[in-house]
């Protein structure tokens, strides 16, 4: 029988997709089951809900609560937190250059080192050296990634990730969805979508 | 040393409050926590966002997705669901008698009750002979309750915590909050909310 697959959409601007990213790994692997990192981005499903920008930033209260949750989170997993100004980042780059990775490990890898810079050390995702010294730490070429990253193949992907995610659902990152198309929302439901992932049909 | 303290703060037409009631005692009760059943209306602090209504509604995909997750949530503790029609529900009754309730476990069995009513049987918690019938069955005479939910002291206390709530940064339910301050929002965070509550100062 073939290894149960989940999709994990992703948002390199979303707050909770970091400590879903930096787990959601051990996780399936512990229960037989594959990661597909998938990209996208949330700003045009976002804009169909008349949403300008986060609704972390829409209502203060909720983004109050997130930062200091989120805070919380990584405290107990041992990761690093520190909150990027300005919030949202422009993630667009970053998801163009984990796109035009291949999902072989380095999509993995560059997407949770990304994530680890923004929201661990507060780094600006949108300068193409903060991305380039990543790709250098993984021992990628940068130069060629950034080609990549401007191509009219590349952005058709990311788009087409994007609408598919809208076609699944898709409300909010980090989301995981099952071969059978049941949707997880949220770090808080990554055993969950594993689990589910692995039931028998 | 008195034993630690959190308020459960619940809004009777809130979904996942109802999963929340259902187990937060037995979390708190493990950890050596009291829990205080505080209902208060989410209506107010949703007006001051400028919704009309649940975000739920307001955001198709959201509440699509909220419905099969907490139906699922549901089945996984072995509790009933029906959707009720309208969500919401009209609650301020239900908020008025729960807050006439002494919190010596009356309150808290009728707030149970009630989401059960609401979320695992689909009646509608705005008719009074729901929540008569309910009074009955805890073994309390429901014509006083009803006399007393309409009093101007139950509407000011009831109006007085949701005033708290919203000074303590809540903008949504459930939300738990320990005796420090720190807010805990969401049936996935019960047992972060009790553990916070049991940190030696």
Same mark, same amino acid.
């Given at each position: ?127 193409? $050296? ?51 198309? $049941? ?19």
């Amino acid at each position: 029988m073939a290894m149960p697959v989940v999709d994990f959409l992703y948002e390199f601007a979303s707050t909770y997709s970091y400590p879903a990213a930096m787990r959601i790994e051990a996780v399936a692997e512990a229960a037989g089951v594959a990661v597909r990192w998938r990209p996208f981005l949330l700003g045009p499903i976002f804009a169909e809900a008349g949403w300008t920008t986060s609704p972390f930033n829409l209502i203060p209260a909720k983004g109050r609560n997130m930062w200091r949750d989120l805070e919380r989170t990584t405290a107990a997993m041992g990761l690093p937190f520190r909150r990027p100004d300005p919030f949202p980042q422009n993630s667009l780059l970053a998801a163009r250059i984990a796109t035009a990775l291949p999902d072989d490990g380095r999509r993995a890898a560059f997407s949770k080192e990304v994530y680890r810079a923004e929201f661990g050390e507060g780094l600006a995702i949108s300068d193409p $050296e903060v991305l380039g010294a990543i790709l250098k730490r993984l021992g990628i070429e940068p130069a060629p990634l950034i080609v990549a990253a401007g191509s009219d193949q590349v952005k058709q992907v990311l788009r087409a990730t994007t609408d598919d995610a809208k076609a699944k659902g898709l409300f909010g990152a980090p989301s995981i969805v099952t071969a059978d198309g $049941e949707l997880f929302w949220g770090n808080d439901r990554v055993e969950q979508a594993v689990a589910w992932a692995t039931k028998p049909t």
